[in-house]
């Protein structure tokens, strides 16, 4: 699924960026080397990174 329209960014890849890269949003599409167009994307990509700094915080379960 496509995150912004306007660069051609799927979800998948601005996720894993978003792992790599500290910061906002607008850091993770310049890491991709796009910057924001219409800005529609905004919400849900912060949205993005939220989860992803919520998933980073959880422990990690031990092997079994």
Do not use: W
Request: charged share 25%; hydrophobic share 40%.
């Amino acid at each position: 699924m496509y995150l912004c329209i306007c660069n051609a960014i799927k979800t998948a890849e601005f996720r894993a960026c978003a792992r790599a890269c500290h910061g906002g949003a607008e850091a993770v599409y310049a890491r991709l080397g796009k910057t924001t167009q219409c800005g529609q994307c905004l919400d849900e990509a912060e949205e993005i990174l939220e989860d992803l700094r919520i998933e980073s915080q959880l422990p990690v379960p031990a092997a079994a």
